[in-house]
């Protein structure tokens, strides 16, 4: 079943703590005493640039500048001429484009010229070149040599190359190493966030919904195209300013699989604004603040993010309250104001307010410093969404102020907050690729963000691989993938999309050990992912684990254990009914009459279902598997009836049958 990708954090501040916690899928629970509560330490002026959030930071940079070696000149080249680059960013970028190229010859070429590249100390070609070792294009995977080019881009700024070996130590639980990276990934990513209202959460689209394509996510994701959109641009045409708004902010943050453009956005703000939308103004003020399609100009940003808050907009008290802290388009810093803007902001349920109070109380700014009431704010302003204030939380367990060092929850809430970093854009790219059929550039793009542990990109990655097979163009050592080359990498991106929670992952990795796809069979390695499937209550785990426990594969022979597994699975899955109800009665048969040709058959049925299966598709073309199911399901019956016939006819004759035993395992005495 598919799991909420938004971290929720509850607190109680009492004799105890509690703090639930679900990152990436998986559920954290954390109980936290007062004695894990630390006194509040003494101001230190020198800190203040690590914890003040509205001091000097890179908040000004554009996205480029805080994601170096970013592929956005590739896949959003900027208008007009293109500008002359160095020749090591310009062999570079040439690189990347032919690797996107589907064509293997051209691929090839891309590979040499990132090496050539690389071996200058150019680190996002040393990134890229991690990366191709990491996956084995074109050459003998090596992660030892993946690592080391990941490690001197990320010592040359690169971080993407960052995210990756982040990844790579939180899988080896070597969290102090992680932790580090993550903060400082955490905090570009904080810098690129808006000032006033939440940036919208873009979460990766995930391009499946269990073994089917998710189609409906897909038919949101088609940006113009998709008629939706198509409707809405037309109100607005029509002058619709709350359609004007909208199409405005789909633009402005690259919402609903448009591409981003900041001059459409503005122009349709300026239209909205026009009919007195007031959203559109606190927009407006926030693309001043930021420069974004604009010169950045803090007095207009000021101006509009104050005619905002006059029409009752309260997430634009954040901006007004920010700009009087930093001091930008005021005539001078006014915590007193600032903290009265927040503070409006936070009475009337809006988030933000509660994160920035949050800040001036842990710092101390305008207020006397109070770390307990800081983290208060911060938890509320966390239970709804705000990925600042995981920020914070996270800063909080790293250092220990106010509570002591909790280092492996800092790191995995840092994670959530990196992974909404600039370097995030692969995602919409990848999607944009596959929407357009362009499956080899999309696989690329999902395997070059799984390496930097995004469980959606891993899983995507894999999908398209079991999907598409041959058309997915994955490149292996020497050319397009073998098919062992290819269930290889598969298995290994399910493996990765498991360990962070996905339990159609663990199924599938329980699959690949079962039937030795892609690996050596191995039974038990199958019981132990499909069980690390039913703790996250899949049914069709849970079937399979009362099957292994029927059969004795990999699990002991237990018929009762088996009965349990598959009620269970009936229980949280009512669409199991008909295969549930065919495996009581195989258990009943078993239960009653073992070592009878009934159970005989029923052991054969596993070898039987391939050439039946195949039959089906060919002679009944997609009638299902309930057809399919019906199909064994009157099989068995006849097999029964045969069965029963011919001991009764037995007993007739004056032969000695074998008595009934009791129903033990209390299912219908018939299969059907």
Not at 243 to 269: E, I, Q, T
Not at 380 to 390: C, D, E, L, S
């Amino acid at each position: 079943m598919p799991r909420p990708n938004l971290l929720f954090l509850s607190l109680i501040l009492s004799l105890s703590l509690s703090l639930f916690l679900s990152v990436a899928a998986r559920h954290f629970v954390l109980v936290l005493s007062q004695e894990d509560f630390k006194d509040d330490p003494p101001a230190d002026p020198d800190s203040a640039a690590e914890w003040d959030e509205f001091g000097d930071s890179d908040a000004d940079k554009s996205e480029d500048d805080l994601d170096p070696g970013s592929w956005r000149p590739v896949f959003e080249p900027p208008a007009g001429e293109p500008q002359p680059l160095p020749e090591s960013e310009a062999a570079y970028y040439s690189g990347v484009h032919m690797l996107m190229s589907g064509d293997p010859t051209v691929i090839e070429d891309g590979a040499a010229e990132i090496a050539a590249t690389a071996e200058t100390g150019f680190p996002p070609a040393q990134s890229v070149l991690g990366f191709l070792w990491g996956m084995g294009l074109l050459r003998e995977r090596s992660k030892g040599k993946a690592f080391l080019y990941h490690h001197f881009a990320a010592e040359g700024g690169n971080m993407q190359s960052k995210m990756a070996l982040a990844y790579t130590y939180t899988r080896q639980d070597m969290f102090e190493k992680a932790v580090k990276l993550y903060a400082e990934l955490a905090e570009v990513a904080v810098n690129s966030f808006l000032i006033s209202k939440d940036s919208p959460v873009i979460e990766p689209v995930r391009l499946h919904n269990g073994a089917e394509e998710n189609k409906e996510a897909l038919r949101k994701s088609k940006g113009e195209e998709d008629e939706d959109f198509q409707i809405l641009e037309y109100q607005a045409q029509k002058g619709n300013a709350a359609a004007m708004y909208k199409v405005g902010l789909f633009y402005y943050f690259g919402l609903r699989g448009l591409r981003r453009d900041h001059s459409k956005a503005l122009s349709w703000f300026l239209k909205a604004v026009e009919k007195g939308e007031p959203r559109s103004m606190e927009l407006l003020g926030e693309i001043y603040a930021r420069g974004a399609g604009v010169e950045r100009n803090y007095t207009k940003a000021f101006e509009w993010l104050t005619l905002a808050s006059r029409h009752h907009l309260y997430s634009a008290y954040n901006g007004v309250g920010y700009l009087y802290v930093k001091g930008y388009g005021v005539d001078k810093k006014n915590y007193t104001k600032a903290k009265e803007y927040f503070e409006k902001a936070a009475e009337n349920d809006e988030v933000g307010g509660h994160y920035n109070l949050g800040v001036m109380y842990l710092k101390g700014i305008g207020v006397k410093r109070d770390v307990k009431l800081a983290c208060k704010f911060f938890v509320v302003a966390a239970n709804h969404g705000q990925p600042k204030a995981f920020y914070q939380l996270a800063k909080i367990f790293h250092i220990g102020v106010g509570f002591k060092k909790n280092i492996p929850l800092a790191t995995a809430l840092y994670k959530l907050v990196a992974e909404r970093g600039p370097w995030s854009s692969l995602s919409r790219w990848a999607l944009e690729s596959y929407l357009k059929g362009e499956l080899g550039k999309a696989f690329m793009l999902y395997s070059r963000m799984a390496e930097m542990g995004y469980e959606v990109a891993q899983s995507n990655a894999a999908w398209i691989l079991d999907k598409y097979g041959e058309r997915s163009m994955c490149m292996g050592e020497s050319g397009f993938c073998t098919d062992a080359e290819r269930h290889q990498r598969a298995h290994s991106l399910w493996w990765q999309a498991s360990e962070q929670g996905n339990e159609h992952a663990a199924l599938l990795i329980g699959d690949a050990y079962y039937y030795g796809r892609g690996t050596a069979r191995d039974y038990e390695r199958a019981a132990e992912a499909y069980m690390h499937a039913k703790s996250q209550s899949n049914a069709q785990a849970m079937f399979n684990l009362g099957y292994m426990h029927e059969h004795g594969q990999g699990l002991p022979f237990d018929l009762h254990l088996a009965k349990r597994y598959y009620d269970e699975a009936l229980e949280h899955d009512h669409a199991a009914k008909l295969p549930v109800t065919l495996a009581l009665s195989s258990l009943w048969v078993r239960k009653n009459y073992a070592d009878s040709f009934l159970v005989h058959v029923i052991d054969s049925l596993p070898e039987l279902y391939p050439k039946l299966e195949a039959w089906v598709e060919n002679v009944l073309l997609e009638e299902g598997n309930a057809t399919i199911l019906t199909l064994f399901a009157c099989l068995l019956t006849v097999l029964y009836l045969r069965e029963r016939q011919r001991r009764q006819a037995a007993v007739i004759a004056g032969e000695v049958a074998q008595p009934n035993r009791p129903n033990e395992l209390g299912v219908p005495a018939a299969p059907i």
